[in-house]
Each structure stands twice: as C-alpha cells, then as structure tokens.
C-alpha cells in the first residue's frame, strides 16, 4: 500500500468515526488527490479551524476557486458546520477531510468526475 492510499484510509476512518459519515471512497480519492502534494506536509494536510485566516484561504482557494461558489456568508457557515462535525477540538483536522465534505453539503461532485 502507497503512502496516499494510507492517507485515503485515514481520511475515510476520521469520516466514518469522527464525522458520522459512510465515505464515498472514489469521490475521496479524487478530493485527496486534488489536494496534491499538500497531504505530505505535516501543516499543509491540516486546517486550523480556529484561525480566520486559514478558513479564508479555504473558502477563497478551494470553494470559490475549485468549485466555482460565488461569494457568500452562506461559504464560512459551511466551512464551520463541517469543522463542528469534525470536532473543533479534534487536533488534526485533515485537509482532504474538510474539502470531502464541503463538496458533499454543497453537491459539486461533478467537479471531479
């Protein structure tokens, strides 16, 4: 097994028990690949729920950018409906983990098929 396809299982366990979610692994392995080389760097794979400055970059670089969203409060009440499912005290809040479900809660699968 890759060091990717490790990470993918990790991901899909903090879904399934962290999240409360049955993961769609072909949808998850292209959100993680999506991610690029950013899930091998120890920072980079994470988001720091409780900096705004890190929340805007992902509501800027990946819903607006990525899934092509138009600018609304509705996008940070998102990003922070998925960090409270995550836990907002659970440390490492995988990247690849958030993007996952900010695609399902805004139904933009298609961005990746």
Known sequence: MGKRDELIAQYADDLKNK????????LLTKVTI?????????DASTVAGGQPAEL???????LMKK?????????MDAINSVIDTYGRSERNKFRAVIYYML?????KESAYR
Do not use: Q, W
Request: glycine share 10%; aromatic share 8%; proline share 8%.
């Open 19 to 26: 999240c409360g979610m049955t993961p769609d692994m072909d």
């Open 34 to 42: 999506g991610c690029g080389p950013s899930i091998y760097n120890r």
């Open 56 to 62: 805007e970059t992902v509501k800027n670089n990946f």
């Open 67 to 75: 899934l092509g969203l138009s600018d609304s409060p509705a996008l």
């Open 103 to 107: 695609v399902k809660h805004f139904n």
